[in-house]
């Protein structure tokens, strides 16, 4: 398998422009997990799917975040519009139990000038 | 409120050397820890997990001891080598499941560089 696939690895926008990340969760996995990570925050939770279904969204910071999981090989992470504070790497992982180990994408790099 | 801190918070040393990380948490009913490597532009990979019956759990030059009793783990590495320049991040999981999902909470890691 080739693991969790998370697209654009790098992207560069100007505020107010709309980001949209891609993640591919390794097949079977029914657990999809959407985080961002800083260096003064390190890694948040901002949502999770279970069967494709969002679960808990609650870490996500503002409407201006949305995610999406229309089947299970597939999500998208959009952010509309951007703010310069959004600026982070945002990983994709995913799992096949409740319990067992997360598999990390390579992540996305965003910046927002 | 759950926490996981990690000390130190960046650490340097000499190829060929030991050196140990350690991981503080308040996180309870506590469930499991792990430990992530993380390299620079990568995703964090695990390296081990712990349950609360384990003391002790080896994957190579990597051991990683927890006391249940204390609330602390750590992360020893033996004979360091470059490629284990990374950061090192420690995981604890709640047996509460919220919607089904067992709450994770991530320390922020200690960054670890490993010089010639």
């Known amino acids: 398998d080739a693991g969790v696939i998370q697209s654009p690895r790098h992207e560069v926008t100007e505020m107010g422009q709309e980001v949209t990340l891609r993640c591919k969760p390794i097949?079977?996995?029914?657990?999809l997990f959407w985080y961002r990570q800083t260096m003064m925050r390190g890694l948040e939770l901002l949502i999770y799917?279970?069967?494709?279904?969002?679960?808990?969204d609650s870490g996500m910071p503002e409407d201006r975040f949305s995610a999406k999981m229309p089947n299970a090989s597939f999500s998208t992470l959009k952010i509309q519009p951007s703010e310069p504070r959004d600026s982070a790497v945002y990983f994709c992982?995913?799992?096949?139990?409740?319990?067992?180990?997360?598999?990390f994408g390579e992540g996305s790099r965003l910046t927002v000038l | 409120k759950n926490q996981v801190e990690q000390s130190p918070q960046s650490l340097i040393i000499l190829e060929g050397k030991n050196c140990t990380l350690q991981?503080?948490?308040?996180?309870?009913?506590?469930?499991?820890l792990r430990w992530y490597k993380q390299d620079t532009g990568r995703g964090p990979v695990s390296l081990t997990i712990?349950?609360?019956?384990?003391n002790t759990k080896s994957n190579g030059r990597y051991t990683a001891t927890l006391d249940a009793d204390t609330k602390q783990s750590s992360l020893h590495i033996t004979a360091s080598q470059l490629s284990d320049s990374a950061s090192y991040i420690c995981?604890?999981?709640?047996?509460?499941?919220?919607?089904?999902?067992?709450?994770?909470?991530f320390g922020t890691g200690t960054k670890l560089q490993v010089i010639p």
């Open positions: 991981c503080n948490y308040t996180v309870s009913p506590f469930s499991n």
């Open positions: 712990m349950t609360f019956s384990e």
């Open positions: 097949s079977g996995h029914d657990y």
């Open positions: 995981v604890v999981s709640e047996t509460t499941y919220s919607g089904g999902y067992q709450k994770v909470t």
């Open positions: 992982a995913s799992r096949v139990s409740n319990t067992g180990e997360l598999f």
């Open positions: 799917f279970n069967n494709n279904v969002p679960i808990d």
